[in-house]
């Protein structure tokens, strides 16, 4: 399946942490980033199967992800639904380009552990600076206009990925 990025990057985050995702986003977006940060993009939304369109947009429409985890992440229904589809893309572009997917930034907006990552994540941890953040993961975005037609099949392997963030690597983030 051939099927261009239609969004730069896509946001998944709790709804606790709205306020964050959309300061990131404008953020984003002021630079010139196509951003999918669902209350924005609820007119591309609608009348649309949600079950079916988020997966779809973490799995083949956006080029890189930004997900804030925090200790709810894991138990809400729709950042479950993106993790599954985010999982299976990280997994996928490992077997493709070995340990060095470009996928995912990950971002530690609270303290917590879960099962789901590995302590020894590298990560941004997020202190409400976006002009900070955004020059910590500039060298990780492509330009706004390296807009390109690229493909990706799904399947589901347990993984784990790596990913360079600001010259470190991010290693042992499991995936299961």
Do not use: C
Not at 2 to 18: G, N
Not at 66 to 74: A, K, R
Not at 114 to 125: N, P, S
Request: aromatic content about 14%.
């Amino acid at each position: 399946m051939s099927e261009r990025r239609v969004y730069d990057i896509a946001i998944s985050f709790t709804e606790k942490y709205q306020e964050v995702a959309e300061v990131i986003a404008t953020k984003l977006e002021q630079k010139g980033y196509e951003v999918y940060f669902y209350p924005s993009k609820i007119e591309d939304d609608i009348g649309t199967n949600m079950r079916e369109r988020v997966p779809y947009i973490y799995q083949y429409q956006s080029k890189r992800v930004i997900v804030l985890f925090s200790e709810d992440y894991f138990t809400k229904r729709w950042t479950q639904v993106e993790w599954e589809a985010i999982k299976t893309r990280t997994i996928k572009e490992k077997e493709e380009y070995g340990n060095q997917s470009k996928f995912m930034i990950p971002v530690m907006v609270e303290e917590f552990k879960h099962q789901e990552i590995d302590g020894d994540v590298v990560h941004y941890k997020w202190n409400g600076d976006v002009e900070q953040f955004f020059e910590k993961i500039s060298n990780l975005l492509e330009t706004p206009k390296d807009n390109d037609k690229q493909s990706f099949s799904v399947n589901n392997n347990n993984s784990t990925i790596g990913n360079q963030f600001n010259g470190n690597t991010i290693n042992n983030l499991k995936i299961s």
